[in-house]
């Protein structure tokens, strides 16, 4: 390339900062989503399941195309209209849409749930994980006031899910455990969210309802 004498050094320098800046930025926002590792997207897709098909199915969310400043203004704007998310999920929630809901994604992709469901480990795996584990009612309580009550109802006297509260599932404890770390239906999986301890407390505070 030939540069006519007119333009001063300090104007190609200028351009140049400005296509090297490109090109950092790009190369940053590609590292950005490829860095949503899959432990990090299961716990993302968990909670979306968990605390945004509350109100409105996942479709809803895994239409859009937005970029990354509309994804922000989006799940700001359901936080303030109830979505249950601490500041590190909201990041983590977040990071996920960005990566996976930005304008250039393919217009047909699996369903949030079809991708949660593929990525579950095995029962034998979990199961093979658990150690015997003594549940901590008082623990338990804010655990399920936090992840459960919004379906489950309080005192999980029922919703959306069914009552808990002296539901025969509590003394199946093999059944229990299958369906709160692998979801069932509508009920998302917890495997990926709650550590086996916190299920044991909640497990044992929904025995003493
Ligand atoms: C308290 C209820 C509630 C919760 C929880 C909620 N939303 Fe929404 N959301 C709404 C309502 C109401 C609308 C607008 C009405 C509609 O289009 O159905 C909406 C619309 C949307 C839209 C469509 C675009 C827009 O801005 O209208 C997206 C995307 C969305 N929600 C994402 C999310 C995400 C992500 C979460 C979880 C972090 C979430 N929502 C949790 C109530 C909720
Ligand atoms: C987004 C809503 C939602 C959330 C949040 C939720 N559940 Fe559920 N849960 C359901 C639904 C709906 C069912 C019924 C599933 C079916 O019809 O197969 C269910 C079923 C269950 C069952 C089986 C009950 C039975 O009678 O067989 C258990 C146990 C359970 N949930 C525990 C939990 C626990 C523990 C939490 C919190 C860690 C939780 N759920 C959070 C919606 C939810």
Same mark, same amino acid.
């Given at each position: ?26 190369? &940053?926002? @590609? ?27 996942? +479709? ?7 970029? %990354?400043?509309?994804?922000?203004? =989006?799940? @700001? ?10 500041? %590190?999920?909201? /990041? ?5 849409? =960005? ?7 393919? +217009?047909?992709?699996?369903?949030? %749930?079809? %991708?949660? /469901? ?5 029962? @034998?795996?979990?199961? /093979? ?18 992840n459960c009550q919004a379906c489950h109802g309080e005192g999980a006297a029922g919703g959306v899910g069914p009552r808990l509260a002296h539901n025969m599932i509590l003394k199946n404890e093999g059944a229990f455990w299958e369906t ?11 495997? /990926? ?6 299920? &044991? +407390? ?8």
């Amino acid at each position: 390339m030939t540069v006519p004498q007119r333009v001063s050094p300090f104007v190609l320098a200028t351009l140049l900062c400005a296509v090297l800046g490109l090109v950092v930025v790009t190369s &940053a926002q @590609e590292d950005d989503r490829a860095s949503v590792g899959p432990a990090q997207a299961r716990r993302a897709a968990t909670l979306i399941v968990a605390r945004c098909a509350v109100c409105h199915t996942t +479709d809803l969310i895994s239409q859009q195309r937005l970029p %990354e400043d509309r994804w922000i203004a =989006t799940v @700001e704007k359901m936080v303030h209209w109830g979505a249950d998310l601490t500041k %590190e999920d909201m /990041a983590l929630v977040l990071h996920y849409l =960005t990566a996976r809901n930005h304008p250039g994604a393919p +217009d047909h992709m699996p369903t949030i %749930e079809q %991708e949660l /469901a593929m990525s579950q480990g095995s029962p @034998e795996q979990s199961a /093979a994980a658990d150690g015997p584990l003594t549940g901590v009612p008082a623990r338990g309580a804010g655990l399920f006031a936090h992840n459960c009550q919004a379906c489950h109802g309080e005192g999980a006297a029922g919703g959306v899910g069914p009552r808990l509260a002296h539901n025969m599932i509590l003394k199946n404890e093999g059944a229990f455990w299958e369906t709160v770390l692998h979801g069932r239906g509508p009920m998302p999986a917890w495997g /990926a969210v709650l550590s086996h301890q916190d299920i &044991a +407390d909640i497990h044992a505070w929904l025995a003493t309802r």
